[in-house]
Each structure stands twice: as structure tokens, then as C-alpha cells.
């Protein structure tokens, strides 16, 4: 298959198709499409690396057999790989989404399709949104062909304070794709956790200092299954590491004082925390830093949408990165599952909110794949690269993916919106009525 | 109905009330308009000075261009625009550096003050839940002028915006034009001389609010409901074109015989292609135009029927998922259905999307240009400002930047279609109502005495 078919798939793939091409054409095209390890040369790009050698104005980028053999300027192509020109186009790490609730729910109003949340549920901290996660989820391939390469997928509170345990995972569709299925556990503070402890901020924090000594207590203090403070003995076991710092707690919040809860929190327990929201995380930018604290924002959020976030700003991620605070960005005011692929959008706002491009990609790409552990933050010689070809810079809304790479892999670029945009487009000249089209 | 006939009829109106005819139809539509002229526009634009912009890169939003164009503007009005006109020599002058310069953006759908921040029970003022039939609602009733979210949206070029009932009801109630300026009431927002819309609603809203309310429980309920309706208004208003002294006015079928005289605009919230045909076929029925449909996920799929009925499909750029109805969106909805020759434009739906809708169209046009067509820039500016301003009856009056009509004008820090791009000056009808340069914004009585006030420092920051 030769390269340039790569890079126009996504227009012509399907809206050339029926006008000439026999049915029997058109499954040996699609049938090409599957990921594929694919030996390719890409020359004169500008090539962003999140590595030392930073970014590549007129970058090369060969890859054989899944890895990066060769990154940098003036790469010559072995026999037998194909090249493709990269003049006018960028490539850069796989986007990855920090917070979503991709694979876990179809259609979000439609309970029957919808595993965010177990609010009828008995057991919160232990319910693992991997046993839950859907890697054929058409909303998967929605996501990919947009240059979204990985998810963190977070279950939703129930009953409690507690969502349950989180998972990583690429954008493949393979059943494969879960990288990680216990990365996290998810408690909501604030408002929202105040409601589901039963009506005040004080229950919540009080019910997670609680669940946390359970789990300190581990399996000593359970005789009984029920014999925690505030979990049951399989939850408690459930929060067994994060409880330790082992893994990574989410904690929902926004109001500047619950922040401040947060870093007693952390103090007290040695947890490794990233708080999800942090609207108000400007006015205690300084404090989240000295405590180490991880946030993830929305740069979108500038309305006082509960009294939680009066404080919100557009600058907020302006104000933690000069403090120095660790941060991702997120599309929490915009969507979490279906349209996380404008994460790119709310980093280009960051940036037109005065942050640097670079920090702004970086919240994006190499940060969470840092704090997630998943190597596809960067483009690095020798390793499996995860990595979009785009028509331009990333993170300006006029720009799309041409072709993604994950792991390796060269990915369909061939989504159910993408189908029906084949279908209806009228450029499709096809007479016959649509759904033989 | 243009503003112009709107203007005459009101006059006519008030010469025949003035001579005491007792006879006919008019005079009942005079008692009407009398009583809604109790809320009627008190709308004053701020003080403006006769301003020359010049050196601009202009988009005109009637689908043109102008490198290096200048506009001017006296007494709130475009007064000339062009590459080769000239300033007067009372006129402030703008020299926009070749920055570019477009109409003011107009938001056809919004629940900015009836869905005000903070989102709370006590906001809670676009949607009376209470009965599938409530056309005698005004959503002007519900809107706080105080909504912060106004004075974001500002700061996003939005200088027109149009507030909707919710989309529980199948007669939702009446919407509103407003203009986006601080004002303390709503009378001082509304767009003087814009017609009222109606808010109906399609799909899966109405029939699951009400399935265990008495009804509408399914689609099918929902077109008895809407034909119900239709017929009882037809009633009503040849009772009141007949007039007499048993007529008695009814404000719930006020509305819909309003909608029959054309004279409200139907603004109806529907996804499904085949639900819309089938509303245009009810249109047909009972004589009346579907303006446009909102959010109208699978207008692409019909975009020859709304080309021949008229109809226009106001569209988000890529949201969806959220309900069955909304699953099958495609990027490329508003394109495609521009490019069957219908008219297409934007919309939020959303007090964060309002801040950036510039960004909705470009991410949209791109990717129709992706998928083979070839819309200019221009062209698409319309789905920010003409389409808008067409279907909400006010296309006379701003819209595109046109020698008559209101100054509404937005000068961007670059290329609109760019993340980067925001707007530097917002001006409403030839006055400056934001400036970023000096920090000259509305804020709301909301935000006074708030975190937000507050400065970096936290020990000086809220508390007092």
C-alpha cells in the first residue's frame, strides 16, 4: 500500500467509492484498513518530540516494524519504505485524555447503555470501570480518527464519595486496549460529595478520612466484612493502594478552602493526589505546589456555574503553571465522553489565555502520560511511537488528523461518523437511495 | 416579516385603536399588542461617536471580503464601508492594523438569564414543566439580567442573542431577541422591532417528561399534541379576525394564531431528519413556516427538503451522544446542509460554546472542506451572523456589516477562525461596549464582592 493513500483516507477512502468502484472494490479497501504495523519514512515535517531535542522544524521520522527507528533532521530511506512528504504537516505524540468516560457509556441518557455510575450499588471504591470499559464503543473510533491515542476512563460516584477504581487505555478498539486496569481510585469532595455523603462537606471529608484509615487498617481491623469505619472489608481492600500512595487518588474539587482540605489530606496520609477541577486552584497556586499536588483543569471554565467556583477564571492555567504547580488539561465544561476530542480546542484557549504552546501541548500529551506511566508521551528513538500525522498545528480548530499511529500500529482512520459523513456527502453522486450507499 | 412591515403594522394599529373602530380583526390584534406592549423594548444603545475604522481586514458576513476596508459609522449605523472611502473629520478613528473585522455574532439559541450561573434549583427558568402546551409563557419572564454569563459571552463578539424556553414541551413558550447589553431589565436587552418567536419541540423531550404525566407518552402522541393544537388556533383566530364581543383572549392561543399570521417565528427544537419531515408536513397542513430547527443533529440528512421548504437548521459542530436522537451527528453537519443549498448557521445551546462560536464554525468548515467542498471563509462567516440574523427576522438590521445597519462590530486580535483569535473591541450598535486593551467590561452585580474580584494573592483575595 503506498503511503499517500494514508494521508487522504479520511476524505477519499469512501466519497470516491460507489461512483465507479464494484462493491467487491470497496470491502478490498476497507479491508486494508485494520491497524497495522507499517514500515513508513516521513520527511520535512515539524516534528514536536517532547524530548530534549524538543521541536523539529523540518523533521524526519522512520518507523520499522512498530518503532522509532530514526528521529530527526536529513533521515535517508532504506530500500522498500515507503515515504511520505511531510511538508506543511506536523506530527507529535498521540493526544491524550486525562479524564473521560470514553467506553463506559453509548448513549449517556440511556441507563440501559450507560456504566458510569452504580448509584443503586452496594459496593463503590471496588467497582473497576474496567470490567465496565467497551473498547467497540463506536465512540472510540470517533475519538482516534480526531488524534486522541489515549483515556483515562473514571467511574462516576454512586452512593458515596467514591466512584471506584479507574483504567487507562489507548483508542486501538482492541480488546487489548486497557493498559492499565487498576490505575486510580476516583472520590468526588465539594459539592458533589457532599450530597452524596449525605448533605455536608463536613460528611465527605469526614467519610473519606474514614475509608482511608480502613484501608490503613487493612485487613487487621476486619473481622467482620462490615467492620470498617466507612467501607465495607472489599472496598476497603479495593483502596488498599492509594490509601499507601501506591496509586494515584482523583479527588473531585474546586472551591479554594476544599483544596486546602486536600493538602491536609495528602500530608496526613502520604497520598499521591490529582485533583480533578481546581477552578479556584489560582488562589492556593502556591500551596498546591509546596504539597505536590497534580491538578487537572478545564482552561474553558471561567463561570461561576456553582458556588463551588465563583472564583473561576479563564487564566486559571495560566496562574498554576507560573506558580509551578504540576497540571493536565481536561474538557470537563464541554464533554466527557463523546467529544473529548476537543481537548485539543481548550489547550489552543490555554494558549490564547496566555499560556506558552509548548506547556499547553505538553497538558495534553507528556504530562499525563507521565503521571499514567504510558511511554506515549514523547517521540523517542527505539521506542513503539504513538503518534498523529496533522494537517497543521494540533491545537488549532481547523486542523485535523491525517493518519495516528498507537503503539506502533497503524490505525483505522474510519469511524461510524465518518461513514455517515460518506454516505450524505454531496459530493456522493451515487443515485441509488442512501442505505445502499 | 420584515422589521420595516412589523413597524407599519404597529402603526396602523395604534391609528385605527386612536379612531375607536370597533370592527374588525385589527382591532383585536390591537388589544393584544397593547398588552404585550407592556413589556416592550426600553432598549437605548450607549452613547456612540462617529467612528472610522480603518486599515481592517473586513469580513463582511454577507459572504464577502475586504483587504484593507474601512468602515464608517455615524449615529450608530454603518454610514459607508469599503477600500476606498474616507473618514470625516468629526470622526474617532480606529486604525485596526490590518487586524481583522467582522459583524457581531448572533447566538439563535441560548438560556443565558433563563439558565443563569450559578446553575442552581433557585436559576432554574427556561422550561415550565408543568404542561405538554405552554405557549403562553414568554421566556423573557425567566431571564435575569444579572446572568454573568452575558459579560463573557460579550467578550466572546456576541452582540445579539436569541433566549428560548427549554425543550420539555411541545409548545414551549415564546422566545426573545435580545441585545447583549448590561442593562438592569430585560425590556432594556430586548431588540427593539424583532418579532417574537415560538419554541416547539420535537423527540424524545416532551414524550418523556410527560409519559407518565397524561401524555404525550410517544412520537406519536407528540403529532396529535402539535395538530391539537394547530386546529384549536385556527379556531381561535377566526374568532379573532371575526372580533365581536364574545371573543375572549386566550394568551395560550394567542401565540400560535400569532405564529398563523406570521407574525412569531417558529424556532423548533428537532434532531431526527424524518421527525423534521414530518413537522414540515404539519407545517404545510395547517399554513404556517417552520423558521428553523434547532440543534437539528441529522439535518444533513435532509438538506434538500429544508433548501425547498425554506426552513433553516441552526447546528451544533460536534456535540452529540447525549440521547438516541443525538447519535448520529457528523462533523460536517452545518456544510453539508449549506452546500444542499439550504441555510445553515451555528449555535450554542451552551454558556461556555457562546464564548467561542467563532471556533464552532471553523472547526465545521474545515472539516466539510475536508470531506471535498469548497466554502470560502466568508461564506461561512454567515452561519455566525446572516443565517442568524435571517431567521430571527432581524436580518434588516444587523447581521452583516451593510451601509443602514446597526454598528455591531467585533475587531479580532487575529484571524478569526484561529484558537488564538479574541475579540480586542466589541461594538454595539457603533458603541464600544467591551475593550481588552483597557479592561472597559460589564460585570455583574453577581460577581461584586467575589472570589473572582479577588486578586492572585489569597490573603486578599474574598473574605470581606
Same mark, same amino acid.
Given at each position: 500500500?503506498?503511503?499517500?493513500?494514508?494521508?487522504?483516507?479520511?476524505?477519499?477512502?469512501?466519497?470516491?467509492?460507489?461512483?465507479?468502484?464494484?462493491?467487491?472494490?470497496?470491502?478490498?479497501?476497507?479491508?486494508?484498513?485494520?491497524?497495522?504495523?507499517?514500515?513508513?519514512?516521513?520527511?520535512?515535517?515539524?516534528?514536536?518530540?517532547?524530548?530534549?531535542?524538543?521541536?523539529?522544524?523540518?523533521?524526519?521520522?522512520?518507523?520499522?516494524?512498530?518503532?522509532?527507528?530514526?528521529?530527526?533532521?536529513?533521515?535517508?530511506?532504506?530500500?522498500?519504505?515507503?515515504?511520505?512528504?511531510? =511538508?506543511?504537516?506536523?506530527?507529535?505524540?498521540?493526544?491524550?485524555?486525562?479524564?473521560?468516560?470514553?467506553?463506559?457509556?453509548?448513549?449517556?441518557?440511556?441507563?440501559?447503555?450507560?456504566?458510569?455510575?452504580?448509584?443503586?450499588?452496594?459496593?463503590?471504591?471496588?467497582?473497576?470501570?474496567?470490567?465496565?470499559?467497551?473498547?467497540?464503543?463506536?465512540?472510540?473510533?470517533?475519538?482516534?480518527?480526531?488524534?486522541?491515542?489515549?483515556?483515562?476512563?473514571?467511574?462516576? =460516584?454512586?452512593?458515596?464519595?467514591?466512584?471506584?477504581?479507574?483504567?487507562?487505555?489507548?483508542?486501538?478498539?482492541?480488546?487489548?486496549?486497557?493498559?492499565?486496569?487498576?490505575?486510580?481510585?476516583?472520590?468526588?469532595?465539594?459539592?458533589?460529595?457532599?450530597?452524596?455523603?449525605?448533605?455536608?462537606?463536613?460528611?465527605?471529608?469526614?467519610?473519606?478520612?474514614?475509608?482511608?484509615?480502613?484501608?490503613?487498617?487493612?485487613?487487621?481491623?476486619?473481622?467482620?466484612?462490615?467492620?470498617?469505619?466507612?467501607?465495607?472489608?472489599?472496598?476497603?481492600?479495593?483502596?488498599?493502594?492509594?490509601?499507601?500512595?501506591?496509586?494515584?487518588?482523583?479527588?473531585?474539587?474546586?472551591?479554594?478552602?476544599?483544596?486546602?482540605?486536600?493538602?491536609?489530606?495528602?500530608?496526613?496520609?502520604?497520598?499521591?493526589?490529582?485533583?480533578?477541577?481546581?477552578?479556584?486552584?489560582?488562589?492556593?497556586?502556591?500551596?498546591?505546589?509546596?504539597?505536590?499536588?497534580?491538578?487537572?483543569?478545564?482552561?474553558?471554565?471561567?463561570?461561576?456555574?456553582?458556588?463551588?467556583?465563583?472564583?473561576?477564571?479563564?487564566?486559571?492555567?495560566?496562574?498554576?503553571?507560573?506558580?509551578?504547580?504540576?497540571?493536565?488539561?481536561?474538557?470537563?465544561?464541554?464533554?466527557?465522553?463523546?467529544?473529548?476530542?476537543?481537548?485539543?480546542?481548550?489547550?489552543?484557549?490555554?494558549?490564547?489565555?496566555?499560556?506558552?504552546?509548548?506547556?499547553?501541548?505538553?497538558?495534553?500529551?507528556? =504530562?499525563?502520560?507521565?503521571?499514567?506511566?504510558?511511554?506515549?508521551?514523547?517521540?523517542?528513538?527505539?521506542?513503539?511511537?504513538?503518534?498523529?500525522?496533522?494537517?497543521?498545528?494540533?491545537?488549532?480548530?481547523? =486542523?485535523?488528523?491525517?493518519?495516528?499511529?498507537?503503539?506502533?500500529?497503524?490505525?483505522?482512520?474510519?469511524?461510524?461518523?465518518?461513514?455517515?459523513?460518506?454516505?450524505?456527502?454531496?459530493?456522493?453522486?451515487?443515485?441509488?437511495?442512501?442505505?445502499?450507499? | 416579516?420584515?422589521?420595516?412591515?412589523? /413597524?407599519?403594522?404597529?402603526?396602523?394599529?395604534?391609528?385605527?385603536?386612536?379612531?375607536?373602530?370597533?370592527?374588525?380583526?385589527?382591532?383585536?390584534?390591537?388589544?393584544? !399588542?397593547?398588552?404585550?406592549?407592556?413589556?416592550?423594548?426600553?432598549?437605548?444603545?450607549?452613547?456612540?461617536?462617529?467612528?472610522?475604522?480603518?486599515? /481592517?481586514?473586513?469580513?463582511?458576513?454577507?459572504?464577502?471580503?475586504?483587504?484593507?476596508?474601512?468602515?464608517?459609522?455615524?449615529?450608530?449605523?454603518?454610514?459607508?464601508?469599503?477600500?476606498?472611502?474616507?473618514?470625516?473629520?468629526?470622526?474617532?478613528?480606529?486604525?485596526?492594523?490590518?487586524?481583522?473585522?467582522?459583524?457581531?455574532?448572533?447566538?439563535?439559541?441560548?438560556?443565558?438569564?433563563?439558565?443563569?450561573?450559578?446553575?442552581?434549583?433557585?436559576?432554574?427558568?427556561?422550561?415550565?414543566?408543568?404542561?405538554?402546551?405552554?405557549?403562553?409563557?414568554?421566556?423573557?419572564?425567566?431571564?435575569?439580567?444579572? #446572568?454573568?454569563?452575558?459579560?463573557?459571552?460579550?467578550?466572546?463578539?456576541?452582540?445579539?442573542?436569541?433566549?428560548?424556553?427549554?425543550?420539555?414541551?411541545?409548545?414551549?413558550?415564546?422566545?426573545?431577541?435580545?441585545?447583549?447589553?448590561?442593562?438592569?431589565?430585560?425590556?432594556?436587552?430586548? $431588540?427593539?422591532?424583532?418579532?417574537?418567536?415560538?419554541?416547539?419541540?420535537?423527540?424524545?423531550?416532551?414524550?418523556?417528561?410527560?409519559?407518565?404525566?397524561?401524555?404525550?407518552?410517544?412520537?406519536?402522541?407528540?403529532?396529535?399534541?402539535?395538530?391539537?393544537?394547530?386546529?384549536?388556533?385556527?379556531?381561535?383566530?377566526?374568532?379573532?379576525?371575526?372580533?365581536? #364581543?364574545?371573543?375572549?383572549?386566550?394568551?395560550?392561543?394567542?401565540?400560535?394564531?400569532?405564529?398563523?399570521?406570521?407574525?412569531?417565528?417558529?424556532?423548533?427544537?428537532?434532531?431526527?431528519?424524518?421527525?423534521?419531515?414530518?413537522?414540515?408536513?404539519?407545517?404545510?397542513?395547517?399554513?404556517?413556516?417552520?423558521?428553523?430547527?434547532?440543534?437539528?443533529?441529522?439535518?444533513?440528512?435532509?438538506?434538500?427538503?429544508?433548501?425547498?421548504?425554506?426552513?433553516?437548521?441552526?447546528?451544533?459542530?460536534?456535540?452529540?451522544?447525549?440521547?438516541?436522537?443525538?447519535? #448520529?451527528?457528523?462533523?460536517?453537519?452545518?456544510?453539508?446542509?449549506?452546500?444542499?443549498?439550504?441555510?445553515?448557521?451555528?449555535?450554542?445551546?451552551?454558556?461556555?460554546?457562546?464564548?467561542?462560536?467563532?471556533?464552532?464554525?471553523?472547526?465545521?468548515?474545515? #472539516?466539510?472542506?475536508?470531506?471535498?467542498?469548497?466554502?470560502?471563509?466568508?461564506?461561512?462567516?454567515?452561519?455566525?451572523?446572516?443565517?442568524?440574523?435571517?431567521?430571527?427576522?432581524?436580518?434588516?438590521?444587523?447581521?452583516?456589516?451593510?451601509?443602514?445597519?446597526?454598528?455591531?462590530?467585533?475587531?479580532?486580535?487575529?484571524?478569526?477562525?484561529?484558537?488564538?483569535?479574541?475579540?480586542?473591541?466589541?461594538?454595539?450598535?457603533?458603541?464600544?461596549? $467591551?475593550?481588552?486593551?483597557?479592561?472597559?467590561?460589564?460585570?455583574?452585580?453577581?460577581?461584586?464582592?467575589?472570589?473572582?474580584?479577588?486578586?492572585?494573592?489569597? !490573603?486578599?483575595?474574598?473574605?470581606?
Amino acid at each position: 500500500m503506498k503511503v499517500k493513500s494514508i494521508e487522504v483516507r479520511r476524505e477519499e477512502i469512501k466519497m470516491t467509492h460507489l461512483k465507479s468502484l464494484p462493491l467487491a472494490a470497496l470491502f478490498m479497501l476497507t479491508a486494508v484498513l485494520p491497524a497495522v504495523a507499517q514500515d513508513m519514512l516521513i520527511k520535512d515535517a515539524k516534528v514536536v518530540t517532547n524530548t530534549a531535542a524538543g521541536i523539529i522544524e523540518n523533521g524526519d521520522i522512520l518507523v520499522r516494524d512498530g518503532k522509532i527507528l530514526e528521529i530527526g533532521e536529513n533521515v535517508s530511506a532504506p530500500s522498500g519504505v515507503n515515504v511520505m512528504d511531510g =511538508t506543511g504537516k506536523w506530527v507529535t505524540p498521540g493526544l491524550f485524555v486525562p479524564f473521560s468516560r470514553v467506553g463506559l457509556v453509548e448513549i449517556s441518557a440511556e441507563a440501559s447503555t450507560n456504566d458510569v455510575s452504580a448509584s443503586e450499588a452496594n459496593t463503590s471504591v471496588s467497582n473497576r470501570a474496567a470490567d465496565s470499559f467497551n473498547p467497540k464503543s463506536p465512540v472510540i473510533g470517533n475519538t482516534r480518527i480526531e488524534g486522541i491515542t489515549h483515556v483515562v476512563s473514571v467511574p462516576g =460516584t454512586g452512593k458515596n464519595i467514591f466512584g471506584g477504581i479507574g483504567l487507562i487505555a489507548n483508542t486501538s478498539g482492541s480488546f487489548e486496549s486497557i493498559k492499565n486496569p487498576e490505575s486510580f481510585v476516583f472520590v468526588s469532595l465539594g459539592e458533589r460529595g457532599a450530597g452524596t455523603a449525605g448533605g455536608s462537606r463536613a460528611a465527605a471529608l469526614n467519610q473519606l478520612r474514614g475509608a482511608l484509615d480502613d484501608a490503613g487498617a487493612y485487613p487487621s481491623r476486619f473481622k467482620g466484612p462490615e467492620d470498617g469505619d466507612a467501607l465495607s472489608r472489599r472496598d476497603a481492600a479495593a483502596l488498599f493502594s492509594a490509601a499507601r500512595g501506591q496509586i494515584p487518588i482523583f479527588i473531585g474539587a474546586d472551591r479554594a478552602v476544599d483544596l486546602l482540605n486536600i493538602i491536609k489530606l495528602k500530608k496526613d496520609y502520604g497520598l499521591d493526589v490529582i485533583v480533578v477541577g481546581a477552578a479556584e486552584g489560582w488562589m492556593v497556586a502556591d500551596d498546591l505546589k509546596a504539597a505536590g499536588i497534580k491538578v487537572m483543569v478545564d482552561p474553558q471554565e471561567n463561570l461561576p456555574a456553582s458556588f463551588d467556583m465563583v472564583g473561576a477564571r479563564l487564566d486559571n492555567v495560566v496562574l498554576l503553571d507560573k506558580a509551578g504547580v504540576d497540571y493536565a488539561i481536561m474538557t470537563r465544561s464541554a464533554d466527557l465522553t463523546h467529544n473529548v476530542r476537543v481537548l485539543s480546542q481548550h489547550a489552543g484557549n490555554a494558549v490564547s489565555a496566555g499560556l506558552s504552546w509548548d506547556k499547553a501541548f505538553a497538558a495534553i500529551t507528556a =504530562t499525563p502520560a507521565r503521571w499514567f506511566k504510558t511511554k506515549s508521551g514523547s517521540l523517542n528513538k527505539g521506542e513503539a511511537a504513538s503518534f498523529v500525522v496533522w494537517d497543521g498545528d494540533p491545537l488549532q480548530v481547523t =486542523t485535523g488528523a491525517l493518519s495516528v499511529y498507537i503503539d506502533g500500529q497503524s490505525q483505522e482512520m474510519r469511524s461510524r461518523q465518518s461513514a455517515l459523513r460518506d454516505r450524505y456527502n454531496p459530493k456522493n453522486i451515487d443515485k441509488l437511495p442512501h442505505k445502499y450507499r | 416579516m420584515t422589521l420595516q412591515k412589523l /413597524a407599519l403594522l404597529s402603526a396602523a394599529a395604534i391609528a385605527l385603536a386612536s379612531c375607536g373602530s370597533a370592527e374588525n380583526n385589527k382591532d383585536n390584534k390591537t388589544e393584544a !399588542s397593547d398588552k404585550a406592549a407592556a413589556f416592550a423594548s426600553t432598549y437605548q444603545p450607549m452613547p456612540s461617536e462617529t467612528t472610522f475604522i480603518t486599515n /481592517a481586514f473586513i469580513i463582511d458576513g454577507a459572504g464577502g471580503e475586504i483587504e484593507n476596508g474601512s468602515i464608517l459609522i455615524t449615529n450608530g449605523r454603518i454610514t459607508a464601508i469599503g477600500s476606498n472611502i474616507s473618514g470625516s473629520d468629526d470622526a474617532v478613528t480606529i486604525d485596526a492594523g490590518g487586524k481583522y473585522v467582522t459583524p457581531g455574532i448572533i447566538d439563535i439559541h441560548s438560556h443565558l438569564g433563563n439558565y443563569p450561573s450559578p446553575s442552581i434549583r433557585a436559576h432554574g427558568d427556561g422550561n415550565e414543566i408543568t404542561s405538554p402546551v405552554t405557549s403562553e409563557v414568554f421566556a423573557e419572564h425567566g431571564v435575569w439580567p444579572q #446572568d454573568p454569563g452575558f459579560d463573557e459571552a460579550l467578550e466572546g463578539g456576541i452582540t445579539t442573542l436569541h433566549i428560548l424556553p427549554g425543550s420539555a414541551n411541545l409548545f414551549g413558550g415564546r422566545g426573545v431577541t435580545l441585545r447583549n447589553v448590561a442593562a438592569r431589565t430585560v425590556q432594556a436587552m430586548k $431588540f427593539p422591532g424583532a418579532p417574537y418567536t415560538l419554541k416547539m419541540a420535537c423527540g424524545e423531550n416532551p414524550k418523556r417528561v410527560y409519559g407518565n404525566k397524561g401524555g404525550p407518552g410517544s412520537r406519536m402522541g407528540n403529532v396529535a399534541g402539535y395538530r391539537e393544537n394547530w386546529i384549536k388556533a385556527a379556531e381561535y383566530k377566526a374568532k379573532r379576525d371575526k372580533g365581536g #364581543d364574545d371573543f375572549k383572549r386566550n394568551l395560550q392561543l394567542e401565540t400560535l394564531a400569532d405564529v398563523l399570521d406570521g407574525e412569531i417565528l417558529v424556532q423548533m427544537h428537532c434532531y431526527r431528519a424524518d421527525e423534521m419531515a414530518q413537522i414540515l408536513d404539519i407545517a404545510k397542513e395547517f399554513d404556517y413556516k417552520v423558521t428553523t430547527f434547532h440543534h437539528a443533529i441529522e439535518a444533513y440528512k435532509i438538506g434538500d427538503l429544508l433548501a425547498q421548504s425554506g426552513t433553516c437548521a441552526a447546528m451544533w459542530a460536534d456535540w452529540y451522544g447525549f440521547k438516541m436522537e443525538a447519535y #448520529d451527528t457528523i462533523r460536517e453537519n452545518v456544510p453539508f446542509v449549506h452546500a444542499a443549498g439550504a441555510c445553515a448557521m451555528i449555535h450554542s445551546d451552551d454558556d461556555l460554546g457562546i464564548q467561542r462560536l467563532n471556533q464552532e464554525v471553523a472547526k465545521t468548515w474545515a #472539516d466539510g472542506n475536508r470531506a471535498g467542498l469548497n466554502i470560502s471563509r466568508a461564506e461561512a462567516w454567515k452561519w455566525l451572523t446572516y443565517n442568524p440574523a435571517k431567521a430571527l427576522g432581524i436580518l434588516e438590521e444587523t447581521g452583516s456589516l451593510e451601509v443602514g445597519k446597526r454598528a455591531d462590530i467585533v475587531l479580532w486580535s487575529e484571524e478569526p477562525f484561529s484558537t488564538y483569535a479574541r475579540p480586542e473591541k466589541v461594538m454595539i450598535d457603533g458603541a464600544l461596549a $467591551f475593550d481588552k486593551a483597557s479592561g472597559f467590561k460589564p460585570t455583574s452585580d453577581f460577581r461584586l464582592g467575589q472570589v473572582y474580584e479577588g486578586q492572585v494573592d489569597r !490573603s486578599s483575595a474574598g473574605g470581606n
